[in-house]
């Protein structure tokens, strides 16, 4: 789920920014510091939003810069479980298939795909027994967050289903869209009238 989380900070602005005007270096400082950083409550800090207040600029000795106290907002991302996501299939092996969903990649096991026995070809596809659906690179898909840690940027994990009603590629479920339509207009026998 995505957030604004309203931060306060003393930012801290290199002697390379002088002279240049203070919000501007600001900016610099806090997209260079903070923009990519894994917060202590597993949030990955992506943007800066705004910047709300800056108070009177701090030199400390012996550190040529100046910190600036400073009130901002970041946009930050944290995947919540049964969250609903979209992302677009960008790799497939012969355990699943990762998905890049916003800013990190989740992995859909290979148990997790469909409701159907899946193999993996060689041609980087997943592939259900009955149902011939296949999963490849580049298809876009909707799957549901069913495991999530993000201790550190590093080992961030994301656990992805596509098993449930709703879920799988777009295009699986623009047929069952499609078939659900098919099935609800049946046709009429001879000699019946309409009510």
């Known amino acids: 789920m995505y957030k604004v989380l309203s931060m306060s900070s003393r930012i801290r602005v290199p002697p390379n920014y002088f002279g240049s005007d203070v919000k501007k270096s ?8 903070y923009e990519g950083y894994l917060t202590q409550s597993q949030e990955l800090l992506l943007c800066l939003v705004d910047i709300k207040n800056v108070g009177d600029g701090v030199i400390i000795p012996g550190d040529g810069a100046i910190y600036y106290g400073c009130d901002f907002e970041m946009l930050s991302y944290a995947p919540e479980i049964h969250e609903v996501v979209e992302g677009t299939i960008t790799e497939i092996a012969e355990f699943g298939a990762f998905a890049k969903t916003g800013p990190i990649e989740g992995l859909i096991h290979q148990s997790q795909v469909m409701d159907d026995y899946v193999t993996y070809s060689k041609s980087k596809t997943l592939l259900g027994r009955s149902t011939k659906r296949a999963l490849k690179i580049g298809d876009k898909i909707r799957a549901r967050v069913i495991a999530a840690n993000l201790k550190t ?39 019946e009238k309409k009510k």
């Open 26 to 33: 600001i900016i610099k400082s806090i997209q260079e510091s």
């Open 153 to 191: 940027l590093q080992t961030a994990k994301i656990g992805l289903t596509m098993r449930q009603p709703g879920l799988g590629t777009l295009k699986w479920l623009e047929e069952e869209h499609a078939n659900v339509k098919k099935v609800s207009k049946k046709p009429e026998k001879d000699g």
